[in-house]
């Protein structure tokens, strides 16, 4: 018996001296140097007591030691729980003791705060800090470089991953090798990833997007990465010539517009450029085409399935949608109510089965069982609908559906309305309290930088495209939209913040 997960991302490096990462001082890593660092850190882990099955979780910088301990966990057959480094000590306890982790990896910084709860929960400690110090890498540097490794199948857990858990507490995914290996296959195909790829990598690897999608395609492809530790313009355009492939969120494009030297020169070399985590708007789709000649690919994932859908690599790239459901997933619109599939064009809630569907979640039976469909689809909680031409548009989140005087009105349509007006940058539609519809409909925006927003004007061009039910009944303007670390605007502080606008009160 194998690991697969092992063999076919890691173990097929063994002993390469090409690159795989280049680091931000202008020095390299070699697959081989890699392979030895896990290699070192697996024995380590072994002589902390791990066992096959045991959890890892790791809230540490980027690194490429940081990397090294996910290979390291794969080959000790450890599943894997990397955490947000935004998290503070009270929700790391709830992350170590839901997950039973055996074993906890921080920065150096946060040892001291976090000491009291590991040990209250019987959970190990160690550092590893950005510059690759700490005592995990003092233990493994008197290691060996070589490790036995752990036998597993497709079907066990490789890692887990906590959903953002805006309503209630955060369910741990739990993922097996099929699923990441299934749609690191079917992503490097579809995307002709190669081992000639050179992908500038400037994601956190404690998220699907940078970890199981960057990483896990680079490795099974044989690409290299430009492996920066954060976004950093300056550094993204200086390193951008070497590059062929990136991978981002919509922030990170917007950023780079912002910059007259991000253009067609800088970029022609470039093969590909990946959007995803969050939706891109429209206008930004055309401002990097107009500038580059590039026309971004997006797609549509998450964390209990890894990638559902893309843009295709040849053909139309549609703004406003996630394109077509991958090779070997299922793809479908049902009814939130009946569970009925509807027809194309309809909006309601997307379902998706494939290889890539998680196990479930850890814990939480009743959880699996409400999101998990027997016949093995996956509620993903997201509403959208299938056109015509058979791409699929995302509305919005279940939970941010609005029901006014019994009407569902779906933010989403109000948004796309609302982006096209005359110095507004971006909004969000959320559905606050209301004495007599039970909710009403509120749009924040962000106006344009030096615009000063005519709010009644405004409001009123945009509400003539829309049927009455769904006008919004105030818009207010603010500075930024509230985003979590991958870029997805946080509605649930919006609707926090702006929730008693309307109180009676």
Known sequence: MTNPLYDQLFGIHAGKESTFLHLVDGTSLTH?????????????LVDRGLKPGDRLAAQIEKSPEALALYAACVQAGVIFLPLNTAYTTEELRYFIDNSGARLVVCDARVREALSPVTEALGAGLDTLNADGSGSLMEAASQQPD????VARQADDLAAFLYTSGTTGRSKGAMLTQENLLSNARTLVEYWRFTEEDVLLHALPIFHTHGLFVATNISLLSGAAMIFLPKFDLDAMIAEMPRATTMMGVPTFYTRLLSDTKFDGELTAHMRLFISGSAPLLAETHKQFEARTGHRILERYGMTETNMNTSNPYDGERRAGTVGFPLPGVELKITDPASGETMPDGEIGQIEVRGPNVFKGYWQMPDKTAAELRADGFFITG??????????????GRNKDLIISGGYNIYPKEIE????????????AVIGVPHADFGETVLAVVVPEPGVELDCDATLKAATTELARFKHPRKLLPVDNLPRNTMGKVQKNLLRERFGDIFSTA
């Not at 081989?32 to 380590?44: C, E, P, R, V, Y």
């Not at 982006?419 to 507004?424: I, L, T």
């Open 32 to 44: 081989a140097a890699f392979l030895q660092t896990a290699s070192q850190i697996a024995h380590a």
């Open 146 to 149: 070589t490790f036995e490794t």
């Open 382 to 395: 997201d509403l959208g609908r299938v056109d015509e031409d058979g791409y699929v548009h995302i509305v």
């Open 416 to 427: 796309l309305v609302l982006d096209e007006q005359p110095g507004v940058l971006e909004s």
